[in-house]
């Protein structure tokens, strides 16, 4: 029988990538990335003179199609592979990144009467200028007694879907108004690709509250959000949720015929992009965790029953993987935090040893901070660069460096940044604990887990589990191509079971980061510290990092 292949689609902060991979062993074929033409927009429209207020992320939907046809043509050109052999299409997307379409699918921003309307264009996942509209929805649900709903996850950020609308009602009701529909952009690419209306279920759950038990929340609830949007789920949210080891709908005539592919062909729903590392890292069962580290940080972890609170999001079944719930968290600057270090603080005395050494400057950080011991340095990071999503869901708290002295050094406080994340990490590993989650092992990937071994024997040791990585470096675009494989199916050359195509098409690296038992006892009284100060800083009512914020607003 001949090999049977996916495409897996992965579509980032900056660029979109894809991956063609090979059902049967899940060899990764070849694989093509194209950064986004506009970037990040969070100073100016394409126009650029319509400038943006602070704490705007945006993107353009037409960089999303230039990916796609960039991206899967380069696939199919560089591979050999015969399009008959190609047997389905996966996507996976950052999320709550909405935008507004019109009855035929438009984005309302690639139409002249909007092009000028901030609201009308994609808001991205970290776009925060939404956090009064969050904390509006989380005073009326405390209002309503539904703050410990499972559904809300305990806090509302402003990077769910209802924030960043109810943004765009208030700012500019004439487009939302003049919305058909909002979107996931997850959930506009599959429908640009079928037709098909379905949404999916990882964004209808984890970013719009959706579930299989009650779908949306009522109408007298977004009443209360705003009167304007009393019909907002049956008006601008329609279509089938459709679950991962389904298909959203199939390739049409259209678009198989611009990307050079079988008309016809399964394409799977759109799911979260660091969902989508959970096949691409091999987690199926419980007592696993998967980690992402990037730009941000995600962990998921499986339960067979619903959890959400402080930040953490488990009240969707089937969502992510099969037959359970997955309770997500992660921390909103993790890779951002360290090139912010680097590119605003290291001395230039540093890169000049870095280049007599023929290294990068992260090489000689690595190689300077891992002489370092635990908590050496007498320095206290709170790693809220952009936000904090645990425990305190709060997109306009601020970090922290504490402990400085005249005798710091660069690699000291980089060890200390690298020290939050980890503490940051492990809030969220005991926030699952408390909701009956056991994790006998966490599954890193990302670029950072692969490249720096000090970064995860740290995390080891603070977070006293044993470490494994990904060997995919590429583990949310080969989840994509894991579920297209299961969309696809057996009789197609996929699979029907989730667990036989993680076990067939991902594996995990030899090497397995062991904690350090002496380090994890330094680390655990230097957690203790982190927490104490994370609760004075984090809470409102101190106002500190509030006031801070107010007067930089003024």
């Not at 696939?75 to 507004?100: C, M, R, Y």
């Not at 919305?179 to 379905?198: F, K, M, Q």
């Not at 069962?285 to 953490?312: C, I």
């Not at 600057?333 to 040893?353: H, I, M, Q, R, T």
Request: glycine share 10%.
């Amino acid at each position: 029988m001949e090999d049977k292949y996916t495409i897996g689609l992965d579509y980032g902060t900056l660029s979109g990538r894809g991956v063609l991979v090979r059902c049967r062993d899940g060899e990764v074929i070849f694989s093509a990335e194209k950064e986004y033409t506009h970037g990040v927009m969070d100073n100016y429209l394409p126009d650029k003179k319509t400038i943006l207020p602070s704490e705007w992320c945006l993107e353009h939907p037409n960089d999303y199609l230039e990916v796609l046809e960039y991206v899967i043509i380069k696939l199919l050109k560089n591979s050999g592979i015969n399009k008959e052999d190609i047997i389905g299409i996966g996507v996976d997307f950052t999320a709550s990144t909405v935008l507004p379409i019109d009855a035929k699918g438009v984005p309302l921003c690639m139409k002249e009467e909007f092009a000028g309307r901030r609201n009308a264009y994609v808001k991205l996942w970290k776009h925060h200028s939404a956090q009064k509209q969050a904390d509006h929805i989380n005073t009326l649900l405390k209002e309503l007694g539904q703050e410990d709903n499972p559904r809300f996850g305990g806090t509302v950020s402003p990077e769910l879907m209802v924030p960043k609308v109810l943004e765009m009602v208030q700012e500019d009701p004439q487009v939302y108004d003049s919305a058909s529909e909002i979107l996931e952009a997850g959930d506009w690419i599959t429908r640009v690709l079928t037709g098909s209306p379905g949404r999916s279920c990882s964004m209808a759950g984890y970013k719009a509250w959706w579930n299989q038990r009650e779908g949306y929340p009522d109408r007298d609830f977004f009443a209360a959000v705003n009167p304007r949007m009393e019909s907002f789920a049956e008006e601008k949210l329609p279509g089938k949720i459709c679950s991962v080891g389904e298909a959203v709908g199939t390739l049409s005539y259209e678009w198989a015929e611009r990307l050079g592919l079988k008309e016809g062909i399964p394409v799977a729903p759109a799911i979260i992009d660091s969902h989508a590392g959970v096949p691409g890292s091999g987690v199926s069962h419980e007592g696993q965790a998967m980690l992402v580290l990037g730009t941000s940080s995600v962990m998921l972890a499986l339960n067979d029953k619903p959890y959400s609170q402080k930040g953490v999001y488990g009240g969707v079944r089937d969502g992510v993987v099969p037959g359970y719930y997955a309770l997500e968290s992660g921390l909103a600057a993790v890779g951002d935090l360290f090139a912010w270090f680097v590119d605003n603080l290291v001395p230039v005395s540093c890169y000049k040893e870095a280049a007599e050494q023929g290294a990068d400057i992260y090489t000689l950080l690595n190689s300077k901070a891992e002489k370092l011991k635990a908590g050496e340095s007498g320095l206290l990071v709170l790693d809220w660069w952009n936000g904090n999503k645990t425990p305190f869901v709060n997109g306009n708290l601020t970090g922290s460096i504490t402990g400085l002295t005249l005798n710091t050094k660069p690699e000291q406080i980089y060890q200390a940044l690298i020290e939050a994340t980890a503490f940051g990490t492990r809030q969220i590993l005991e926030l699952y604990q408390e909701g009956g989650v056991r994790i006998e092992e966490i599954i890193a990937s990302g670029g950072i887990a692969s490249k720096n071994p000090m970064l995860m024997q740290i995390y080891a040791d603070v977070l006293g589990v044993d470490m494994k990585i990904a060997a995919s470096d590429q583990a949310a675009a080969l989840g994509s191509a894991i579920y297209a494989a299961l969309a696809a199916g057996l009789k197609r050359g996929g699979y029907d079971s989730y667990q036989e195509a993680v076990e067939n098409m991902s594996r995990v690296k030899e090497k397995v980061y062991l904690f350090d038992a002496d380090s994890k006892k330094k680390y655990d009284k230097l957690y203790q510290i982190y927490r104490n100060y994370s609760t004075v800083m984090g809470q409102k009512e101190k106002g500190i990092l509030k006031g801070l914020h107010a007067i930089k607003n003024e």
